[in-house]
């Protein structure tokens, strides 16, 4: 039931791009992606709620991909503020509020 | 504003005690969740509070986890006879309402070591 990340951990340049990948096994209503430095809480970056849909954030952007039951984190040029541990979230269904959080994927962004 | 506070930040106990972890939301928020997240693992649901509903239980991992919210307000969870198994990052978050449109705020969380 927990979404699975892919790459588990990424290595970058600053500069350079990022792709993040989410699948589930089951039916998503919204995926959420959220951030999570080291030792730090996890911060909000985004939600999806619609099939298709992409939303963008500065150079960080994600699409979800309903039917596919996938949603991907893009980030672009990278910057050492975004090292840290990335998750997807996934809600089942418009009748739960209960989130799932995703195996996440550590990144590491070095000079 | 205030966020999310969460007391005590550390808390330390010995196997076979009871603890208790609090919860402050950011006022207004009418939905509460807490998470567990064991070190260098992903974050697990435990329970759900949304207004007056019914909490959403289906996380809790043994009868030992309780958890109650105050008023829509302050939430407690109990730790019943904590075992070394316990031992994580106890996670508290909010939301104005429900998570279809709405980002939750993470407290910075109560490390629970259990000896």
């Known amino acids: 039931q927990q979404p699975v990340q892919s790459p588990q951990a990424v290595i970058l340049r600053e500069g350079e791009d990022a792709v993040i990948n989410c699948s589930s096994s089951k039916a998503l209503y919204s995926v959420h992606w959220y951030r999570q430095k080291h030792g730090e809480a996890p911060v909000f970056l985004m939600i999806?709620?619609?099939?298709?849909e992409q939303k963008g954030h500065e150079k960080i952007s994600a699409s979800f991909n309903e039917k596919k039951q996938q949603s991907s984190l893009y980030l672009t040029a990278s910057q050492l503020s975004y090292s840290g541990t990335y998750f997807c979230v996934s809600q089942p269904s418009r009748n739960t509020d209960k989130l799932i959080f995703g195996t996440g994927t550590r990144l590491q962004v070095f000079p | 504003g205030a966020g999310v506070s969460q007391s005590p930040s550390n808390k330390v106990t010995e196997k076979g005690k009871d603890v208790e972890l609090r919860c402050d939301p950011i006022s207004g928020h009418t939905a509460l969740y807490w998470y567990r997240q064991s070190l260098g693992q992903g974050l697990e649901f435990l329970i759900y509070?949304?207004?007056?509903?019914?909490?959403?239980k289906s996380g809790l991992p043994s009868d030992r986890f309780s958890a109650e919210r105050t008023g829509g307000s302050v939430s407690t969870l109990t730790i019943q006879r904590t075992q070394q198994e316990d031992s994580a990052v106890y996670l508290c978050?909010?939301?104005?309402?429900?998570?279809?449109?709405?980002?939750?705020?993470f407290g910075p969380g109560t490390r629970l070591t259990v000896l």
């Open positions: 999806l709620l619609k099939g298709g």
């Open positions: 509070f949304q207004g007056n509903s019914a909490p959403d």
């Open positions: 978050a909010s939301s104005p309402q429900g998570p279809s449109y709405n980002e939750q705020f």
